[in-house]
């Protein structure tokens, strides 16, 4: 299966603390991307980082690609109370299709 | 906030009801899709489609059907609603240039 597993897949936090999420995939890859769900609602697009790739950066967020590993982290840095939220990492295969992990609880705590 | 919209937001429904969750993108996407999720679960892809007359089924056998008459709208049907149906159904749509997907609010099916 093509689906990125999330680690750890629940997390609490202190405001201001940075947080810290993992996904590691099967196969190869086009792209790799995060995605935020807040409670009961759809999914928003963080940021895709693509196969050549190793790090990109997008406000607070940082994100890493190992394809010799097949994993991947996003890094949230000084964490605020309306970052508390699931986290998802998709990756894009040869079929152009996004496979979703099952997400990454993250709690911040005021 | 992206321009995708799902109705209802929520709906409860008694067995064997024909019910159609209905999606539209003002984006101009050709891209469109209905995923199915579980609370606390992963997605799993449903049905597809790239562009009109074009659909697909996904990656998780479901018993609903789609259609694409028109580019920005992409409904989801059941012909008869079981209590297995329940759960969270979300459609989202991509340009063809870079697959970033946009999602709807999603519908949340309660089937008795």
């Known amino acids: 299966s093509q689906q990125g597993e999330e680690d750890p897949q629940a997390l609490s936090i202190q405001e201001g603390e940075n947080a810290t999420m993992n996904c590691s995939y099967k196969t190869s890859i086009n792209n790799l991307q995060w995605y935020r769900q807040n409670s009961g609602r759809g999914l928003v697009h963080l940021i895709l980082i693509r196969s050549n790739e190793r790090e990109k950066h997008s406000g607070r967020l940082r994100v890493t690609l190992d394809t010799s590993k097949k994993s991947s982290s996003l890094l949230i840095t000084a964490s605020r109370a309306a970052d508390t939220a699931s986290y998802f990492c998709a990756t894009e295969g040869g079929n152009n299709r996004l496979a979703f992990g099952k997400g990454n609880q993250v709690v911040v705590i005021p | 906030e992206a321009d995708i919209y799902q109705t209802p937001r929520y709906l409860v429904i008694g067995t064997g009801k024909k019910i159609t969750l209905e999606c539209s993108q003002t984006?101009?996407?050709?891209?469109m899709y209905w995923y199915q999720q579980d609370p606390g679960m992963e997605l799993h892809l449903i049905h597809y489609s790239y562009g009109v007359n074009s659909t697909e089924k996904g990656d998780l056998s479901s018993e609903s059907t789609v259609s694409r008459i028109r580019t920005e709208h992409f409904p989801l049907t059941l012909e008869s609603a079981r209590p297995s149906h329940t759960s969270q159904y979300l459609c989202a749509s991509s340009s063809f240039s870079q697959n970033i997907q946009y999602f709807g609010a999603g519908t949340r099916l309660s089937v008795l």
């Open positions: 984006m101009g996407h050709d891209k």
